[in-house]
């Protein structure tokens, strides 16, 4: 059963721009959203994170958008750099801590 | 600052073999998991091990087994490996500090059974 999806694969997008990566979830427990980056042949790094009791959360390039009743949360990246490019993990985790992830999506930022 | 360390970080088994993979964390903290990778699936929770002296499964557990030996150190064993078994392997910890803090993750094992 998996109950953190990411439908989008890959994601490509020009420098400088926008980039929006999203995730849907279906376990209304989950109270805590995360969003990981990982390069090739590392673990994955945490980014940015957003509690349940609130609807966005900013850091720097990166902000997380939380929308309960969809059961939905995007990670925007403004403005997009050529660094940024890696595969990014969405998670959900409940009050006893399991945590679930997403399949992932390959973000390419093209110069 | 070693954060989680994951040992070993290569192995490759035989069909049938056994072998356990081993994590410890430096982080004094409660929640340990495994999780494996496969192309297009994503990180698979295996186990997780909420706090010292309990563990629970995940997504994926048939096949394996683990152990939390202390409150350092979570241990994955595989009994008798299989080629499905075959993946990326990632320990990870989270700690409490007010709320939960994110989850550290290791460099990952990667297993390949032939």
């Known amino acids: 059963d998996q109950q953190v999806k990411q439908n989008s694969p890959s994601l490509s997008v020009q420098e400088g721009r926008i980039s929006i990566l999203n995730c849907d979830y279906t376990?209304?427990?989950?109270?805590?959203f995360l969003w990981y980056k990982k390069y090739p042949a590392e673990g994955p790094t945490f980014l940015i994170s957003i509690s349940s009791i609130k609807d966005k959360n900013e850091d720097g390039r990166f902000t997380v958008f939380l929308n309960k009743s969809a059961k939905h949360l995007s990670l925007h990246i403004v403005p997009s750099q050529p660094g940024d490019s890696a595969v990014y993990f969405c998670?959900?985790?409940?009050?006893?801590?399991?945590?679930?992830f997403g399949a992932g999506t390959r973000l390419t930022v093209k110069p | 600052n070693a954060g989680v360390t994951q040992t070993p970080k290569f192995q490759v088994l035989k069909t049938g073999q056994s072998m356990t993979l081993q994590c410890a964390q430096d982080?004094?903290?409660?929640?340990m998991y495994w999780y494996r990778q496969d192309p297009g699936m994503g990180l698979r929770l295996i186990y997780y091990?909420?706090?010292?002296?309990?563990?629970d499964k995940g997504e994926v557990p048939n096949g394996y087994n683990v152990s939390r030996l202390n409150k350092r150190e979570f241990s994955l064993r595989l009994e008798s490996a299989a080629p499905s078994q075959t993946s990326v392997y990632f320990c990870a910890s989270s700690g409490r500090t007010g709320g939960w803090t994110e989850a550290f993750f290791g460099q990952g094992t990667r297993l390949t059974v032939v």
């Open positions: 982080m004094n903290h409660n929640s």
């Open positions: 998670a959900a985790r409940n009050n006893n801590n399991d945590m679930r």
């Open positions: 376990n209304s427990m989950f109270d805590y």
């Open positions: 091990s909420a706090s010292e002296g309990t563990t």
